[in-house]
């Protein structure tokens, strides 16, 4: 009797568990579409996106290409449209472009591209600075000694990304101005710093430094005024 009674448990058992499948058949499917669905939109997804990225990366070596040529029209509105529409990375890249070839034309022009690009909040601050140490190059002439000293120390600081090219630029401008001792120490800071690479440390021990052993004279005659 209790086997024929454990049988019978166990049928009723069977009973309600295909009920509950039968009942819950249809929200299960519709649940693993959903899944499939997902799963299916994120992969379309990276497919267009690399679809995406590769055509704009072609059309910004093309752009490149035309500005090496000269062509500085076609450049010009090939990045600007990249710049409206491009992913993310690309509009980056075109504007800083956009920018350096507006101030090949014209430096004034080319550091408001850069300073706009540099008050951007929504850009990285890596970028961010590095567009403000490009304007502040295109507007040295323009700057005084000490106005150029407060833009640029902050991007000299250590452990900043430009610290090696901001450091450089401080110390031209210190030269210019006729700071001899103030361009010594920023050209120092370049020698005593480890990741110098090769190339700049030579140009500071080699061109540089001569210009402040010279003093003054000799360092107002080889700076551009």
Same mark, same amino acid.
Do not use: C, H, N, Y
């Given at each position: 009797m209790t086997d024929i009674f454990r049988e019978i448990d166990e049928d009723l058992r069977r009973d309600r568990y295909s009920q509950l499948l039968r009942r819950l058949a249809p929200l299960l499917i519709a649940a693993i579409v959903l899944i499939l669905a997902g799963v299916g939109g994120w992969q379309a997804w990276r497919w267009f996106g690399r679809q995406s990225a590769e055509a704009t990366g072609a059309r910004f070596e093309q752009a490149l290409q035309a500005a090496r040529e000269n062509n500085l029209a076609d450049a010009e509105q090939a990045l600007t449209a990249i710049a409206g529409e491009g992913p993310a990375g690309y509009r980056l890249l075109a504007r800083l472009r956009l920018a350096s070839i507006?101030?090949?034309?014209?430096? $004034?022009?080319?550091?408001?591209?850069?300073?706009?690009?540099?008050?951007?909040?929504?850009?990285? %601050?890596? @970028?961010?600075?590095?567009?403000?140490?490009? %304007?502040?190059?295109?507007? &040295?002439?323009?700057?005084?000694?000490?106005?150029? $000293? /407060? &833009?640029? $120390?902050?991007? /000299?600081?250590?452990?900043?990304? @430009?610290?090696?090219?901001?450091?450089?630029?401080?110390?031209?401008?210190a030269l210019q101005a006729g700071k001899i001792e103030d361009a010594g120490r920023w050209f120092d800071q370049i020698l005593t710093d480890s990741t110098a690479p090769a190339s700049l440390r030579q140009r500071v021990e080699s061109v540089y430094m001569a210009l402040v052993a010279g003093g003054p004279a000799q360092a107002s005659a080889a700076t551009p005024n």
């Open positions: 507006a101030g090949a034309k014209d430096a $004034q022009a080319g550091a408001a591209a850069f300073t706009a690009i540099a008050d951007d909040g929504g850009m990285d %601050a890596v @970028w961010r600075d590095l567009a403000r140490l490009r %304007a502040t190059m295109l507007r &040295i002439d323009t700057l005084s000694p000490d106005e150029a $000293q /407060a &833009i640029l $120390q902050p991007l /000299a600081a250590p452990g900043r990304t @430009w610290r090696l090219s901001a450091l450089e630029t401080l110390g031209l401008a």
